[in-house]
């Protein structure tokens, strides 16, 4: 399922996932063993936030980890090559993981927007409760849980998907890879799965960016790493822009997001810094 040598763009993504995505999967470990075990009374509440944070980014990292996957927009195709060790498991494996991968991003994203409500509002009102914070926490979850079901099962034939790639991209050679993917996106499945990834990312950072100027914190320039996925994967789509390189981008940027937020998290509060 790899071609040998290996070109040195997806050398270079085989790395970059091995490094990124392990040390994320580490720190989130290290910050959910610390959010357990050192956690003040005070953040009894916070800390339904964070343990979900956590433990979707260790699940995002650790799907990232596996399937290192590239994405080739072309004209209405989208289609899924992949670098990962998932491929020596099965393709439905690989599909099955990016999947998960895909529903823990938004969760993600929607995640940190309500860290940034949540000490908003404690601000100038006492704590809620544990229980409504889990709610909270549960309705998030919703949209993901959606796009977790529809997209399963969405694959259309690899041989019709290789056969459309060659008239779309000749130049490039994937005979040794497992390549999956889309026709076309214009079915109800896929293109609700796209949106419901794309949209949200505009006024979630607004949201972010209007909260952060009374709850000044690092964690409001993870989205950014977020939105260049966006970008990248907007650009190849409607044929502005793309190369090989930019097709890795998309996945690799969203690593970032994964690896730095506990790292802010374990950096900025006291008791799990110590």
């Known amino acids: 399922h790899l071609p040998s ?14 490094i990124v995505d392990s040390l994320a999967v580490i720190f989130n470990v290290l910050l959910f063993f610390a959010v357990l075990f050192r956690s003040p009374s005070s953040l009894r509440s916070y800390t339904v936030l964070l343990v979900n944070s956590v433990v979707i980014d260790i699940i995002g990292s650790f799907t990232m980890l596996i399937t290192m996957i590239r994405l080739i927009p072309a004209e209405n195709m989208l289609v899924y090559v992949y670098d990962g060790p998932c491929v020596y498991v099965s393709g439905f494996f690989c599909h099955a993981s990016y999947t998960v991968m895909l529903s823990t991003f938004s969760q993600s994203l929607f995640l940190i927007a309500a860290s940034f409500a949540y000490r908003l509002y404690v601000l100038g009102s006492p704590s809620p409760s544990t229980r409504s914070v889990l709610i909270v926490c549960s309705l998030l979850s919703v949209p993901n849980l959606m796009i977790l079901a529809a997209y399963m099962f969405t694959l ?10 060659r008239i779309l991209r000749p130049e490039y050679d994937l005979d040794d890879y497992l390549v999956q993917g889309h026709v076309t996106i214009f079915s109800l499945l896929v293109m609700f799965t796209i949106l419901a990834m794309t949209m949200p990312i505009g006024p979630t950072m607004v949201v972010i960016f209007a909260i952060r100027r009374k709850v000044l914190t690092l964690q409001s320039l993870l989205p950014v790493f977020f939105s260049g996925a966006v970008l ?13 390189v930019q097709e890795h981008l998309v996945m690799e940027s969203v690593s970032f997001m994964t690896l730095f937020s506990p790292v802010i998290t374990i950096y900025c509060v006291k008791p799990y810094r110590e």
Not at 12 to 18: Q, R
Request: proline share 8%; net charge negative; charged share 15%.
């Open 5 to 18: 040598p290996l070109p040195t763009h997806d050398l270079f993504t085989i790395i970059h996932h091995s």
């Open 156 to 165: 259309d034939d690899a041989y019709a998907v290789r056969a459309e790639l």
């Open 232 to 244: 990248s994967y907007g650009l190849c789509q409607l044929g502005v822009a793309c190369s090989p």
